[in-house]
């Protein structure tokens, strides 16, 4: 067994620390930006869009919307810090484990990648903010109005609801591109897959479940997409690597 010397050991914690540095330089400038330019715009725009007439937000307490800021903030820093987090992951798996032996991309083919990955991440975010969702808060509000009640939403839950949902979807585009990822660098095999094409439904319904408020609308809502894109990853995958 080779031995490892205090001055490995110091090496590696030393490049950790710097990427770590890296990762939280990112996440703190584009949380920053984002607080300053970009949270009330983000605010009242989705009350502008999604908010169902008739309906009203409120505030439930006094720091809820400098509250709100913060949060919207985040999610902007951890969006854009992922895919250096991504690229660290992969060298790690890369130079550590097996996994990845056989899998070379280089730095033109990783572009192409990442390209498609803001591009599905768009498409995702237009699908769900233009499409899904306007549906959703338009039937949700008519359920509250034939019960007889006056929907009075909290600003920090509906706006937390909404971008909750549009990174869902956004995540769920990026599943063709992850499909032909593993199918083509023989991580997985397609026919894998196929195999376990049920065993990803019920994880989707848990998912559906866990991330959203206790009632089966809307866990379907989030759960049936997620089915439907893996169908559908799975003839975009077979098409693209001939399969």
């Not at 110091?10 to 330089?25: G, P, S």
């Not at 009350?47 to 902007?76: C, H, Q, R, W």
């Not at 439904?201 to 848990?206: A, D, H």
Request: with cysteine.
């Amino acid at each position: 067994m080779a031995e490892i010397s205090t001055s490995d050991v110091a090496e590696v914690l030393v490049a950790l620390r710097i990427k770590l540095v890296k990762i939280v330089l990112i996440l703190v400038a584009v949380w920053a930006i984002s607080f300053v330019f970009l949270s009330d715009f983000v605010i009242t725009k989705i009350i502008k869009d999604l908010l169902p007439e008739g309906a009203k937000v409120v505030y439930t307490s006094p720091l809820e919307g400098l509250i709100l800021k913060l949060k919207i903030s985040l999610d902007f820093g951890f969006l854009s810090v992922l895919p250096y987090v991504s690229y660290l992951v992969y060298k790690a798996l890369k130079n550590r484990t097996e996994l990845l032996k056989n899998v070379n991309i280089s730095k033109s083919v990783a572009f192409k990648y990442g390209i498609s990955a803001v591009i599905l991440f768009i498409l995702g975010l237009t699908y769900g903010y233009c499409l899904m969702l306007p549906l959703f808060m338009r039937f949700l509000y008519q359920i509250a109005v034939t019960q007889g009640a006056t929907p009075l939403y909290s600003i920090s839950d509906f706006i937390g609801f909404v971008v909750l949902m549009l990174i869902i979807f956004g995540l769920i585009f990026q599943m063709p591109l992850i499909m032909i990822l593993l199918v083509r660098y023989g991580i997985v095999k397609f026919d894998t897959l196929k195999y376990y094409r049920r065993h990803f439904y019920v994880l989707f319904f848990i998912i559906g479940a866990a991330i959203t408020p206790p009632d089966v609308f809307t866990q379907l809502m989030v759960a049936i997409p997620m089915l439907l894109f893996y169908e559908i990853s799975l003839v975009v995958t077979k098409i693209v690597v001939r399969v």
